[in-house]
């Protein structure tokens, strides 16, 4: 009967010691409930971000009431950027590498609708072998509404098609096509402040305003290069002098259609020759149709009274191009970008010179082949001919590179 | 010049006045503006087999276990789920609001956050071929959805997003 007793005040022991320990357990797991829930939601709200809207029933005096809905994210630091290297061979001359270009970008939202943006550019690798690092573009956007913002600073300037959009995995070449790398000096960027936005139901997308103006002065007499070395860009105590660009598009879903224009003093330095005016317009269109994309752009540049400056110097140049380009994923069922281009340039950068004299358009032609290993990254394999008549010179350029975005 | 400023210090006065925060239910709402509806917020965690699912569905070397959902009814009547989807677009990431309706089909898309700047943003015709589009479309820019010339990243980016959500409404959620 002892025993009994024992055994029973034993097991009624133990089960009060269990229920206890049952409830301490139970009471942790409710807490670790309660903060795992607090880890997810903050996750999520990290990762998706919270948003602010703009309020589309007020008005902004001046500035129309915004048409449709904008959100902004209240995340604040945003990171990223793109590099592109290439290995190049040229005739029977010794092959070469270049690293390229590394640009990061940084963004900082300061207010939901004040953001700044800069991207930094480390060109060439090696600023003691010829590289260099400069600001390429550091700016205030003031997002108003679809139809009106403002942007303030050093930007980029609102011409051509790869000036604004200029990342490898954007375009087929190694290179920029030279139309707009010596015409349309991309990557041109300037100071200044433009107007921009998005109207007839997001179709029309306009640019307008002031920025620095090209320095013709510095433009390469030779004309090899014309007016790339007239940017002022982001030089120290760069000279000011305001000149006028504007840009419209109108897109729609598979069709984009557009121009732009420049219109500014011819010389814009410290030591002024004055009576020269410069200006630039172009035209541009992308067709896409499933896997098909075809591009086209035009241009023209003049610099008005042009003896003032030199008189060897450059008064005309113009320049066209034509891609198309065509994925072939589907004809041979894989799921990664695998896309033929072909381009077409035809250049003249001395179309007329101030002595009276002109130079011969130059003709170039690529063709090659990109894989895309991921969309944000690209492998590239070009086969460039350049027939510049007035050296009477055949130049076959093969390069091979490689570009991603981060 | 002083007329000029003035009128630009007067209307960046009522721009701020006119920002406000908005939550995702109110932005749900609207989008049902005759429709008095009512949303419920959830999550979904997945496990390491579900992850490795939601890959194969949605053909994208997904890495986030957790993902954010409302669950949108009207008087008892299930209207689909709103499913935040935040991915990549350029160099900088975008958060997109999925409905899908009961039927898997998306209803209506709205882009919440945008870290590009604005001019990479889809126009609303070119979001719209997305709608009514379900797990049975292939939904691939280029061959099965219209690339937009001007932002080809934005598009890639939104579709992929698109697959995502049906493929964790087929999933987790139905």
């Given at each position: 009967m002892k025993r009994i007793s024992i055994l029973v005040s034993i097991a009624i022991l133990t089960q009060n010691l269990y229920a206890d320990e049952l409830s301490e357990l139970k009471e942790q797991v409710q807490k670790l409930q309660l903060q795992s829930d607090a880890l997810v939601e903050e996750m999520l709200d990290i990762s998706t971000g919270n948003f602010t809207k703009i309020d589309d029933t007020k008005a902004h005096n001046g500035m129309g009431a915004a048409a449709s809905k904008v959100y902004y994210s209240s995340s604040e630091l945003s990171i990223g950027g793109y590099g592109e290297m290439f290995i190049a061979k040229k005739n029977g001359d010794k092959a070469y590498t270049d690293i390229y270009r590394f640009i990061p970008y940084f963004g900082y939202r300061l207010s939901p609708w004040v953001i700044m943006n800069t991207e930094l550019e480390f060109e060439h690798g090696d600023t003691s072998k010829g590289g260099k690092v400069l600001v390429e573009f550091m700016y205030l956007d003031f997002l108003f509404n679809k139809k009106a913002n403002i942007r303030v600073g050093n930007l980029l300037v609102p011409m051509g098609i790869t000036n604004l959009r200029h990342e490898p995995t954007l375009f087929g070449t190694v290179l920029r096509p030279y139309t707009e790398r010596y015409l349309i000096p991309s990557t041109w960027h300037e100071s200044g402040a433009l107007l921009y936005g998005k109207i007839a139901n997001d179709r029309v997308e306009y640019t307008a305003g002031i920025i620095n103006a090209l320095n013709m002065a510095n433009a390469d007499i030779d004309s090899n290069t014309w007016i790339k070395s007239a940017r002022i860009g982001s030089a120290k105590n760069g000279a000011f002098s305001p000149a006028f660009v504007a840009r419209v598009d109108y897109e729609t879903n598979s069709f984009l259609v557009g121009g732009s224009l420049y219109y500014g003093d011819g010389s814009n330095s410290k030591d002024d020759i004055t009576g020269t005016t410069m200006s630039i317009f172009e035209l541009h269109a992308l067709y896409n149709y499933t896997n098909l994309s075809l591009k086209a752009l035009y241009t023209e540049a003049n610099l008005h009274k042009a003896s003032k400056i030199d008189q060897n110097a450059t008064s005309g140049a113009q320049a066209l191009y034509v891609s198309i380009a065509y994925n072939i994923a589907d004809l041979i069922a894989i799921d990664n970008k695998l896309i033929i281009f072909g381009l077409y340039e035809n250049y003249n950068l001395a179309r007329y010179k101030a002595d009276g004299s002109s130079r011969q358009a130059i003709s170039k032609y690529n063709i090659g082949v990109n894989f895309f290993p991921t969309d944000q990254s690209v492998l590239k394999l070009d086969y460039e001919t350049v027939d510049d008549p007035n050296n009477d010179q055949l130049d076959n350029t093969i390069y091979a590179s490689y570009g991603f975005l981060f | 010049m002083k007329t000029i400023i003035i009128m630009l210090t007067t209307a960046l006065a009522l721009h701020c006045n006119s920002l406000k925060h908005v939550s995702a239910e109110e932005i749900i709402q609207q989008n049902f503006s005759s429709t008095q509806v009512t949303v419920e917020k959830s999550k979904i965690i997945l496990n390491s087999d579900e992850l490795s699912q939601m890959r194969t569905l949605s053909q994208q070397p997904l890495k986030s276990k957790i993902y954010r959902y409302y669950k949108v009814t009207s008087k008892k009547r299930l209207l689909g789920y709103a499913i935040l989807i935040a991915q990549k677009v350029r160099t900088k990431k975008a958060t997109v609001m999925y409905l899908v309706k009961p039927d898997s089909k998306i209803g209506f898309i709205e882009i919440?956050?945008?870290?590009?700047?604005?001019?990479?943003i889809p126009n609303k015709e070119w979001i719209d071929q997305l709608k009514d589009r379900g797990a049975t479309d292939r939904l691939k820019v280029g061959s099965d959805i219209s690339t937009i010339t001007g932002a080809t990243l934005s598009a890639i980016s939104i579709t992929k997003g698109a697959r995502v959500a049906i493929a964790l409404y087929g999933l987790k959620i139905r």
């Open positions: - | 919440l956050s945008f870290l590009e700047p604005p001019e990479y």
